[in-house]
């Protein structure tokens, strides 16, 4: 059963850079793609962005500008930077496995990280 | 990019009641959709791929159908353990997205 174990700082103060990363267990990392989504508190998911193996990437337009992910597919793990925070990026952050080759689907997920923004 | 408009944004219904949930695309997706259920405080939870594949372990008063732009997620028979929030997902090309969720309760 492939896992997805995320780890981070989760109090930022506004205009610092959010980072988190994932790590994945038990399962193939090559070949697949990446994501990370978040959640503000009772809203709906967003999709952050994805990067493969090989460190192709994938970001939402509207975060573009302050997201880069990056991966170490030696430790089968995958990273989340976002600068420039504010109150507005207080989410629960997710990773998850995406599809074979593609965008794809999800059908595992992290745990989910708590990041609050606050002065 | 593509939109997911997700109706309705709510809905009571009783045990045993048939719920039927919308999900249009602004573009053709073909089957590239996913149906998602999360309930409050947990993960989201895979119901659904390809837009009518059951996902290993999702009991079977749940079914997805659709190609093109509209598609739809049913419970055949509402049951207590269903009240959560679902959600559509594109998949077609990148940027992939969510529709904006659809609360169940009974």
């Known amino acids: 059963q492939v896992q997805l174990q995320q780890w981070g700082a989760g109090l930022l103060k506004p205009s610092e850079t959010l980072s988190l990363t994932c790590g994945v267990y038990?399962?193939?990392?090559?070949?697949?793609?990446w994501s990370w989504i978040r959640q503000p508190p009772g809203k709906g998911l967003e999709w952050i962005g994805e990067i493969n193996h090989s460190g192709s990437t994938n970001y939402n337009p509207s975060l573009k500008s302050r997201v880069t992910i990056s991966v170490d597919a030696s430790k089968n793990q995958f990273s989340l930077k976002l600068n420039s925070v504010t109150a507005a990026d207080a989410a629960v952050y997710y990773c998850?496995?995406?599809?074979?080759?593609?965008?794809?689907?999800?059908?595992?997920w992290g745990q989910g990280a708590l990041v609050t923004v606050s002065a | 990019d593509i939109q997911m408009t997700q109706s309705p944004s709510s809905l009571s219904a009783s045990v045993g009641e048939r719920v039927t949930i919308t999900c249009r695309a602004s573009q053709g997706i073909s089957t590239q959709l996913a149906w998602y259920q999360q309930k409050p405080g947990k993960v989201p939870k895979l119901l659904i791929y390809?837009?009518?594949t059951l996902h290993l372990g999702v009991p079977s008063r749940f079914s997805g159908s659709g190609s093109g732009t509209d598609f739809t997620l049913t419970i055949s028979s509402l049951q207590p353990e269903d009240v959560a929030t679902y959600y559509c997902q594109e998949y077609n090309s990148a940027p992939q997205t969510f529709g904006q969720g659809t609360k169940v309760e009974i």
């Open positions: 390809t837009a009518s």
């Open positions: 998850a496995r995406g599809g074979y080759d593609s965008s794809g689907y999800h059908k595992y």
């Open positions: 038990n399962g193939t990392f090559s070949g697949y793609y």
